[in-house]
């Protein structure tokens, strides 16, 4: 199988970028920290993100989603290695890299210039680039290689990411 990351900052529009892989037919896993956030506070917690065990959560949900797909061709949006950004970026202990699982060329999803606040996403966009640089940091530091899209319109950057896949696998 071959596993694809999408990762990047907070904003920059991974998640439009997957649905619009998703609609061309590819196998999609949705990001897990946005549904970790929006259950914590339909339980009355304000700022999950606060407590370290909110780590865990997220991590849980990915692992379970991962293992859902099972297409031969996945994009998945952020991962375990995003986790241990975030763990790093929030000063938590930073979970132990896990055996190779997905692709090692991740797709990292270059900032929009701004940052759209929501309920989950209270990030300023200063915030943004420092998170930004501590994904790019901690995916560098595993031996990840980053293929950057740049900003542009969601199909532009769809188009992008199918003309690498076309380009890595000679079709």
């Known amino acids: 199988m071959r596993r694809y990351i999408l990762t990047g900052t907070p904003g920059s529009g991974k998640t439009a970028l997957l649905r619009a892989l998703e609609v061309r037919g590819h196998c999609v896993v949705a990001e897990a920290a946005t549904d970790v956030i929006a259950l914590e506070q339909a339980r009355g917690v304000a700022e999950p993100w606060t407590d370290p065990s909110f780590i865990g959560k997220i991590l849980a949900l990915q692992r379970a989603r991962r293992q859902w797909a099972t297409a031969p061709l996945q994009f998945h949006d952020r991962s375990t290695i995003c986790t241990a950004a975030l763990a ?41 680039l420092e998170f930004e640089a501590v994904h790019e940091q901690v995916y560098r530091e595993q031996g990840y290689e980053l293929i950057d899209i740049p900003p542009a319109p969601v199909e532009t950057r769809a188009d992008l990411v199918e003309r690498y896949l076309r380009l890595a696998t000679g079709t």
Do not use: W
């Not at 210039?113 to 996403?121: L, N, Y």
């Open 88 to 128: 790093r970026y929030l000063g938590y202990l930073e979970p132990a890299p896990e055996p190779e699982f997905y692709q090692r060329q991740v797709f990292f999803i270059r900032n929009l210039g701004h940052v759209e606040k929501t309920a989950a996403r209270r990030i300023s966009f200063a915030e943004a």
